[in-house]
């Protein structure tokens, strides 16, 4: 069955310097979400969008965007990287806005 | 805001049942989930419940009691491959309900 796919998984950034995170949910799903997980830390819950509408936002960064294109496809964009935003991004999908979240494997993203 | 809360560490036998307890104060409630997440991997759905009682899936099965703000995660049968983090997350109704709040996660270790 296919599963929410992020890209890339790994990526190094220096400071000040933006990145992109992709996020292609499971085909029929219509909520995307995101989350910052840090080393030890829980799952940090960032924005989520229902039918390429924001639904609902959490400890987003001003300095981080997102959106939802009309192919369900989800982009987080984070630009003046912090060393503190090194950190698992992860992508989660749903149908209907459920909390059964199906997450993808993450982007591990790493500020030097 | 919403306040959720599991002990940090939890070590069983193979072959033995544990309980990983979770308390939650929040507005608004709309459903408890339980996820499992292996270090370095996504998080992985196991059990919700919204009504009170115990639901029983397989080894899994979860509890909540609404009154008590209170939920716990059944594991039976211990496997090796059960040593992993387990996340209680709250969902809510009304604003905010699309996000779902995370614990900081119980590690679990499971020893031969």
């Known amino acids: 069955a296919a599963g929410v796919i992020q890209s890339p998984r790994h990526l190094i950034k220096e400071k000040r310097e933006t990145a992109t995170l992709k996020c292609y949910p499971i085909p029929r799903h219509d909520t995307v979400y995101w989350y910052q997980q840090g080393p030890g830390q829980d799952p940090q819950f960032l924005i989520s969008f229902y039918e390429k509408m924001q639904s609902d936002k959490g400890s987003i960064p001003d300095r981080f965007s997102a959106q939802q294109f009309s192919d369900y496809h989800s982009e987080l964009n984070m630009s003046s990287l912090e060393l503190g935003d090194s950190a698992l991004y992860f992508c989660?999908?749903?149908?209907?806005?459920?909390?059964?979240?199906?997450f993808g494997n993450g982007t591990r993203l790493t500020v030097t | 805001g919403q306040n959720i809360d599991q002990p940090t560490e939890m070590t069983a036998t193979e072959g033995a049942i544990v309980q990983i307890n979770c308390t939650y104060q929040?507005?608004?409630?709309?459903?408890l989930f339980w996820y499992q997440q292996h270090a370095g991997e996504a998080p992985t759905f196991l059990s919700y419940n919204v009504l009170d009682g115990l639901e029983e899936k397989g080894r899994f099965s979860s509890f909540l009691s609404r009154s008590k703000g209170y939920s716990y995660l059944l594991l039976k049968e211990l496997q090796m491959k059960d040593s992993a983090s387990y996340l209680c997350a709250v969902k809510r109704s009304g604003a905010g309900s699309y996000q779902l709040t995370f614990g900081k996660g119980t590690k679990l270790s499971v020893i031969p």
């Open positions: 929040t507005s608004g409630f709309n459903g």
């Open positions: 989660a999908s749903s149908l209907g806005g459920t909390g059964i979240l199906h």
